[in-house]
């Protein structure tokens, strides 16, 4: 069973994406709409940032113009958004702005190196990437032309960063880059890690396909839908969804091979992974629904909110957060837990004491057969007996 929504979070302008901060619980809500005053020599302005906690909002915190890609850094516990329009940084403790940081023109995106502790920001017209240290510019790093997407692997702690113009990957370890990958086709986005094979996707928009990169190598070009525009990681039976928002369908990746098609009623959006019940949940923009797959199949869909556009699992209360672009509002799921995706659930519990009780009966029936072969001498009285023995 998976319910409805549980509540729905007004919050400031058009709700965009979202950041699951893991330290505090919260989750920070980019509000791309701005209050902008164009004068003669200067354009000045903010947007702002919604900080929700469970079911409530907590705070607001004005941001830069445009605030759009935003990165948790667990090693600081500060969340990190990007503000497209005012060529900066802002650094989020808690609610509070701590810090706005200047970086390159036009930043794009961000993640975070848990290895080194630095969190990378593309710059799509300076053609480079900004390193930061807590709050302070580590280093700046010339990569390709208008990059964009950006992923951490975990398992060569590298950064990869898509070139979109260039139609290549750079491949960044520490404030270098150590290598350049060609995947042969226009706009690369590096959207999803396989934190078990150790390989990274990557959605090529101009030829409807998904790289898989191992290392520096290209291991395999997968054909997808028409328009993929991302991906998520399922931790728990190791498949890679990507949303084609063309084709309305989700492409399900194992490995190097396309395993399925999942087809949807709407455009998908950016899709998000519920490690506590193994479902994915994907916005349908046009429809003003979630559908909710396990597996290779839509186990239920969710109305929420006009124009959902990204979904965010919280880990510490198991909710599902689904921005709602039209409605300026969050639509707040919560699952059923404990349930099992193949539909295990209550049925493997009974399995489980069934069979501690078959294995309790046939102690029982060993220890009588021991006592017949081996009575105790009449001029003793019987022993306890001990648990365990």
Not at 93 to 108: L, M, N, R, Y
Not at 302 to 322: H, K, L, M, R
């Amino acid at each position: 069973m998976v319910p409805g929504a549980l509540a729905t979070v007004n919050v400031t302008s058009t709700p965009g994406s979202a950041t699951y901060d893991s330290g505090n619980g919260y989750v920070y809500v980019n509000n791309m709409n701005t209050t902008v005053r164009n004068e003669t020599l200067h354009v000045d302005g903010f947007g702002s940032v919604s900080v929700i906690d469970g079911t409530s909002l907590v705070g607001v915190a004005t941001v830069g113009l445009v605030p759009d890609g935003s990165t948790y850094d667990s090693g600081n516990g500060y969340v990190y958004v990007v503000n497209t329009r005012s060529n900066n940084v802002s650094v989020l403790d808690g609610v509070s702005v701590i810090a706005t940081i200047p970086v390159g023109q036009d930043p794009d995106v961000s993640a975070y190196d848990s290895g080194d502790g630095y969190v990378y920001v593309t710059n799509l017209q300076s053609e480079n990437v900004t390193v930061i240290s807590g709050t302070t510019v580590r280093a700046t790093i010339p990569v390709g032309v208008e990059p964009g997407g950006v992923i951490y692997d975990s398992a060569d702690g590298d950064i990869y960063v898509g070139n979109g113009v260039s139609d290549n990957l750079s491949v960044i370890r520490g404030t270098s880059v150590v290598g350049n990958i060609s995947v042969g086709a226009s706009a690369p986005w590096p959207a999803a890690f396989d934190d078990i094979n150790g390989c990274v996707y990557v959605l090529d928009g101009g030829s409807d396909s998904v790289s898989v990169i191992g290392g520096t190598t290209v291991l395999k070009t997968i054909p997808a839908g028409r328009g993929p525009t991302s991906a998520v990681f399922d931790a728990g039976n190791g498949f890679v969804y990507v949303s084609n928002y063309e084709s309305e369908n989700l492409t399900v990746l194992s490995g190097t091979s396309s395993l399925a098609t999942v087809t949807l009623n709407s455009w998908p959006g950016g899709a998000a992974y519920d490690n506590r019940n193994g479902f994915v949940y994907v916005p349908l923009v046009g429809s003003n629904q979630v559908s909710v797959v396990n597996n290779t199949s839509v186990e239920a869909t969710i109305p929420v909110g006009t124009e959902p556009d990204t979904a965010t699992f919280d880990g510490i209360n198991g909710y599902v957060y689904v921005t709602n672009i039209e409605s300026t509002n969050v639509s707040v799921i919560e699952p059923t837990y404990p349930a099992s995706p193949s539909g295990g659930g209550s049925s493997s519990l009974v399995y489980v004491v069934i069979g501690v009780v078959i294995a309790a009966m046939a102690v029982g029936i060993v220890i009588g057969l021991m006592r017949r072969e081996r009575p105790p001498p009449a001029a003793v009285p019987p022993q306890p007996t001990i648990p365990g023995k």
